[in-house]
């Protein structure tokens, strides 16, 4: 019992020492930085339980572990929050902006919060995560197919956000002009 | 670097990996084990020797109260939801399902499963796009009746207004699903099967509309015989309950389904659903439908099909083996569409988009069936399918319809799907009725789906079709009227070459 004890520590310790770099950049980059120690640490929490049942590749899983874990955070956030407003006390202090509001520009910060929260989080893992549309599947906890749709319609309308006047004038384009192409 | 995507890699605030320090990931590690020694408080509590005798004991009770259980499962089993129902949505809207089975809309073999929910979407004008404000205050009716629809970028809205002061807007969505009936190379009788799996998302209207819906079937990958399973998630919006309409049809055999959810880690639950019959299911299949909401279990995405979806049970609550199998066949097709149609999603039964000036395909592509619209003004093409050649598929169930040919038509703006449905056993052969079709009073020789409304001016979500030699033409309206879907029906002209050709005249 106690060698399976030990041995399962150094399986989780090996997990945690690979990944836990991956899970807290993916916190860094949604969260207020002083949630990211929370995230990781809920994170592998639920790792180390469910550690004899981890699959084969478990970041994806990972990933979909914390983006649960932020989703239940900014949910008692809400509910403080109304609390709060019920017992009329003075507001929190603002939390340190994630790095997402701090450094990317506002134009492409616009498009992605124009996105839905399902199209936002497969675009950026995808692009910042650096994941496979199968392995942010996994992670979304979607289907493969439902993952490639919200990928296409993501990048399209990001695209479109991003060069209002090309979208202008491919919408006109689009209604006005016989079409040409044969596939 | 002009591409969106590389912009946005090129954004990342963060490097791939942030390494917490050495003091802080150390802590959380050792916070981590220290406070859990096994795998669960469970296990913990499980490896204290006196509770060992115990925990056999109550096991073996278990054990045994399971198999007497097991025999009566399926009078326990909870009763599947109805065809068709409401669904809790945001505070004053409705919101409502059905599920169907209908002729399939494409080509290939089988029947097809149509989910369909109305959902009313709430509009935050105030954040939407200037363009999209512009756009939706200029735009018209490309209806001649019923409520404006609209094109946004993504998805079509229809500006019916369903509640003045919570300014929501109904966003129908249909989830179209293609089996097909097989016998071999898979075991057991036939055994419907996904086609494909097409996922129609509404969850992004544009800036500024919140909800939507968003369905799609098993994938091809994973055939579990005798029943496949679809699933429709709707979220109304900021404060309703997200919704999750799971539909699984099964073989005639299977009383109940043992079905497994996964909320998350750590976070499942099993429930029994008795299977149902319904006159509009085809072949004798089953049908169980079961609603879920995600806001009990605090989760912001509702389960997905596990692989596989459940265990089928005889109503004496003894499993039936599931076997599962790779698809085994690949129909040889030709398609065509217009250059709008193939920037889109063809799997979504889209309405009320603007398609002008008419187009036609320079060529039709060479096949058995033809469908032509010469004798319809007003009509133009956006797409469509044809097989190369309708193979027969003698070991299929009797009547099971193979689609030859569909043709996506544009009439007055309101999207129109034509299929042309031939036996699927023996092409040539006179096609089976369609399940639960209806005779047409005043129209000999015409039925319409169940339910069909003469009335209604728009949305009829139902077909008509009739017998021309040994073929079914089909016409699905699904945002139009009946007089109109009936209209098109005796206007369109169709070949079948098979034995000689056999055109309408």
Same mark, same amino acid.
């Given at each position: 019992?106690?060698?399976?004890?030990?041995?399962?520590?150094?399986?989780?310790?090996? #997990?945690?020492?690979?990944?836990?770099?991956?899970?807290?950049?993916?916190?860094?980059?949604?969260?207020? &930085?002083?949630?990211? /120690?929370?995230?990781?640490?809920? $994170?592998? #929490?639920?790792?180390?339980?469910?550690?004899?049942?981890?699959?084969?590749?478990?970041?994806?899983?990972?990933?979909?572990?914390?983006?649960?874990?932020?989703?239940?955070?900014?949910?008692?956030?809400?509910?403080?929050?109304?609390?709060?407003?019920?017992?009329?006390?003075?507001?929190?202090?603002?939390?340190?902006?994630?790095?997402?509001?701090?450094?990317?520009?506002?134009?492409?910060?616009?498009?992605?919060?124009?996105?839905?929260?399902?199209?936002?989080?497969?675009?950026?893992?995808?692009?910042?995560?650096?994941?496979?549309?199968?392995?942010?599947?996994?992670?979304?906890?979607?289907?493969?197919?439902?993952?490639?749709?919200?990928?296409?319609?993501?990048?399209?309308?990001?695209?479109?956000?991003?060069?209002?006047?090309?979208?202008?004038?491919?919408?006109?384009?689009?209604?006005?002009?016989?079409?040409?192409?044969?596939? | 670097?002009?591409?969106?995507?590389?912009?946005?890699?090129?954004?990342?605030?963060?490097?791939?990996?942030?390494?917490?320090?050495?003091?802080?990931?150390? +802590?959380?590690?050792?916070?981590?084990?220290?406070?859990?020694?096994?795998?669960?408080?469970? $296990?913990?509590?499980?490896?204290?020797?006196?509770?060992?005798?115990?925990?056999?004991?109550?096991?073996?009770?278990?054990?045994?109260?399971?198999?007497?259980?097991?025999?009566?499962? =399926?009078?326990?089993?909870?009763?599947?939801?109805?065809?068709?129902?409401?669904?809790?949505?945001?505070?004053?809207?409705?919101?409502?399902?059905?599920?169907?089975?209908?002729?399939?809309?494409?080509?290939?073999?089988?029947?097809?499963?149509?989910?369909?929910?109305?959902?009313?979407?709430?509009? /935050?004008?105030?954040?939407?796009?200037?363009?999209?404000? +512009?756009?939706?205050?200029?735009?018209?009716?490309?209806?001649?009746?019923?409520?404006?629809?609209?094109?946004?970028?993504?998805?079509?809205?229809?500006?019916?207004?369903?509640?003045?002061?919570?300014?929501?807007?109904?966003?129908?969505?249909?989830?179209?699903?293609?089996?097909?009936?097989?016998?071999?190379?898979?075991?057991?009788?036939?055994?419907?099967?996904?086609?494909?799996?097409?996922?129609?998302?509404?969850?992004?209207?544009?800036?500024?509309?919140?909800?939507?819906?968003?369905?799609?079937?098993?994938?091809?990958?994973?055939?579990?015989?005798?029943?496949?399973?679809?699933?429709?998630?709707?979220?109304?919006?900021?404060?309703?309950?997200?919704? &999750?309409?799971?539909?699984?049809?099964?073989?005639?055999?299977?009383?109940?389904?043992?079905?497994?959810?996964?909320?998350?880690?750590?976070?499942?639950?099993?429930? $029994?659903?008795?299977?149902?019959? /319904?006159?509009?299911?085809?072949?004798?299949?089953?049908?169980?439908?079961?609603?879920?909401?995600?806001?009990?279990? =605090?989760?912001?995405?509702?389960?997905?099909?596990?692989?596989?979806?459940?265990?089928?049970?005889?109503?004496?609550?003894?499993?039936?083996?599931?076997?599962?199998?790779?698809?085994?066949?690949?129909?040889?097709?030709?398609?065509?569409?217009?250059?709008?149609?193939?920037?889109?999603?063809?799997?979504?039964?889209?309405?009320?988009?603007?398609? +002008?000036?008419?187009?036609?395909?320079?060529?039709?592509?060479?096949?058995?069936?033809?469908?032509?619209?010469?004798?319809?003004?007003?009509?133009?093409?956006?797409?469509?399918?044809?097989?190369?050649?309708?193979?027969?598929?003698?070991?299929?169930?009797?009547?099971?319809?193979?689609?030859?040919?569909?043709?996506?038509?544009?009439?007055?703006?309101?999207?129109?799907?034509?299929?042309?449905?031939?036996?699927?056993?023996?092409? =040539?052969?006179?096609?089976?009725? #369609?399940?639960?079709?209806?005779?047409?009073?005043?129209?000999?020789?015409?039925?319409?789906?169940? &339910?069909?409304?003469?009335?209604?001016?728009?949305?009829?979500?139902?077909?008509?079709?009739?017998?021309?030699?040994?073929?079914?033409?089909?016409?699905?309206?699904?945002?139009?009227?009946?007089? /109109?879907? #009936?209209?098109?029906?005796?206007?369109?002209?169709?070949?079948?070459?098979?034995?000689?050709?056999?055109?309408?005249?």
């Amino acid at each position: 019992m106690k060698q399976q004890s030990t041995q399962r520590r150094e399986r989780f310790e090996a #997990l945690f020492e690979r990944y836990q770099g991956n899970i807290a950049a993916y916190a860094m980059r949604r969260a207020p &930085g002083g949630l990211v /120690d929370d995230v990781v640490e809920d $994170t592998f #929490l639920v790792a180390w339980r469910s550690l004899d049942r981890l699959p084969e590749d478990p970041l994806p899983w990972l990933y979909g572990v914390a983006r649960r874990v932020l989703a239940n955070d900014r949910r008692a956030q809400r509910r403080r929050a109304a609390l709060g407003e019920r017992l009329s006390r003075e507001p929190a202090p603002p939390a340190a902006p994630a790095a997402f509001d701090a450094s990317v520009s506002e134009p492409l910060r616009s498009a992605l919060l124009a996105l839905s929260a399902r199209e936002r989080e497969a675009l950026l893992l995808v692009a910042w995560e650096g994941l496979t549309p199968a392995q942010a599947a996994i992670a979304a906890g979607c289907a493969d197919a439902a993952m490639r749709v919200r990928l296409h319609r993501a990048r399209r309308a990001l695209a479109r956000a991003l060069t209002p006047a090309a979208d202008a004038a491919a919408t006109d384009a689009d209604q006005l002009e016989p079409a040409r192409e044969t596939p | 670097m002009t591409d969106a995507f590389d912009l946005l890699c090129a954004a990342n605030p963060v490097p791939a990996t942030y390494r917490l320090d050495n003091a802080t990931s150390r +802590r959380i590690a050792n916070t981590i084990v220290a406070s859990d020694p096994g795998a669960s408080p469970l $296990t913990t509590w499980l490896a204290r020797r006196r509770y060992r005798r115990l925990v056999l004991f109550a096991s073996a009770a278990v054990l045994i109260a399971g198999c007497t259980a097991g025999a009566i499962e =399926g009078l326990n089993a909870q009763s599947s939801a109805p065809l068709s129902g409401s669904l809790p949505a945001a505070p004053g809207d409705t919101a409502a399902y059905s599920v169907s089975v209908i002729p399939p809309e494409g080509v290939g073999v089988g029947w097809q499963i149509l989910v369909n929910a109305q959902s009313y979407a709430p509009i /935050d004008r105030s954040v939407l796009s200037a363009q999209l404000r +512009r756009q939706l205050a200029n735009a018209k009716s490309a209806l001649r009746s019923g409520p404006r629809a609209y094109m946004t970028p993504y998805e079509p809205l229809a500006l019916a207004r369903v509640a003045a002061a919570t300014q929501a807007y109904e966003v129908n969505v249909e989830v179209p699903l293609l089996l097909r009936m097989l016998r071999h190379p898979i075991s057991r009788r036939e055994l419907p099967v996904l086609r494909n799996s097409p996922w129609s998302s509404l969850s992004l209207l544009a800036p500024g509309v919140d909800g939507g819906c968003e369905g799609g079937g098993q994938s091809m990958d994973n055939l579990d015989a005798p029943f496949v399973a679809a699933v429709m998630t709707c979220n109304p919006g900021t404060g309703g309950l997200e919704s &999750g309409t799971y539909v699984y049809i099964t073989e005639p055999d299977v009383a109940a389904l043992r079905l497994h959810f996964v909320w998350g880690p750590g976070d499942s639950h099993t429930m $029994t659903v008795a299977t149902r019959r /319904d006159s509009s299911i085809p072949d004798g299949d089953r049908i169980a439908i079961v609603e879920l909401y995600n806001r009990p279990h =605090g989760y912001d995405v509702l389960p997905s099909i596990s692989t596989p979806p459940g265990t089928p049970l005889t109503a004496a609550g003894t499993p039936i083996p599931v076997h599962s199998s790779a698809h085994p066949l690949q129909e040889s097709t030709s398609s065509w569409g217009t250059a709008w149609e193939w920037r889109s999603f063809r799997s979504f039964r889209a309405y009320g988009r603007p398609v +002008r000036p008419p187009y036609v395909p320079p060529t039709a592509p060479p096949a058995a069936c033809e469908i032509e619209t010469t004798q319809l003004p007003h009509v133009s093409y956006a797409a469509g399918e044809v097989a190369a050649y309708p193979h027969a598929y003698p070991l299929l169930t009797p009547g099971t319809p193979q689609v030859c040919a569909d043709s996506t038509i544009v009439y007055h703006g309101a999207k129109i799907e034509a299929v042309i449905l031939l036996d699927a056993r023996h092409p =040539g052969s006179r096609p089976g009725p #369609l399940p639960g079709a209806v005779a047409v009073p005043g129209h000999p020789g015409i039925v319409a789906s169940p &339910g069909w409304n003469a009335d209604a001016s728009y949305d009829s979500t139902g077909f008509v079709a009739r017998r021309i030699g040994d073929a079914w033409l089909v016409v699905d309206n699904s945002f139009g009227s009946f007089s /109109d879907s #009936l209209y098109i029906l005796d206007h369109l002209a169709i070949c079948v070459h098979l034995h000689g050709a056999l055109c309408t005249s």
